[in-house]
């Protein structure tokens, strides 16, 4: 019986800390990696703003080569669609919603399946001496407690996807193509 009150007691705090906790955490996230790729804007451009080249570089097409992609809408342009499902990569899709030709990319990102959560994601690519900076930005907005919670372990979550991916795109820009 006494096993029992101090097993509860510790669920009690547990809880306690996990809401009370979740009310001092911040209301966004944001993870960003950057690389210097020596290749010029336009092809690095091309590379992120064209979902079909996208797709030979995106570090989560890499893991799962199986999943069923869908690519529409204008090239380079708003509206411009890119969805995936897969077993290991779940359902999702990303949509331009804004571009500055060689120089930004802005991107609606909807996960659908696990679960579903909306995020920004944002390329910028400037002027680094010989070559081109590219940052890869994703932030968003944590809506409940858990997403909160989730929103501290981001960047160890995905920094690792995104230093692979601007390693796959710095690969494909600096062979030209």
Request: glycine fraction near 10%.
């Amino acid at each position: 019986m006494k096993l029992l009150k101090i097993l509860g007691g510790i669920i009690f705090v547990l809880i306690l800390i996990f809401f009370v906790g979740g009310l001092l955490l911040p209301k966004t996230y944001s993870v960003n990696r950057s690389a210097v790729i020596n290749a010029p804007d336009s092809v690095i451009y091309k590379n992120i703003a064209d979902f079909n080249e996208f797709l030979k570089w995106n570090p989560w097409a890499k893991m799962e080569p199986t999943a069923k992609t869908t690519i529409s809408g204008p090239v380079a342009q708003p509206e411009h669609l890119y969805q995936w499902e897969g077993k290991e990569t779940g359902s999702g899709q990303m949509k331009i919603t804004g571009v500055e030709a060689n120089k930004s990319v802005n991107i609606e990102l909807k996960f659908i399946k696990p679960f579903e959560s909306l995020a920004n994601t944002n390329f910028e690519i400037a002027k680094d001496g010989n070559g081109n900076k590219v940052t890869w930005t994703m932030s968003g907005e944590s809506k409940g407690t858990m997403d909160k919670w989730m929103g501290l372990f981001m960047d160890g979550m995905i920094g690792k996807d995104f230093e692979a991916g601007l390693k796959f795109l710095k690969e494909k820009s600096e062979k030209g193509n």
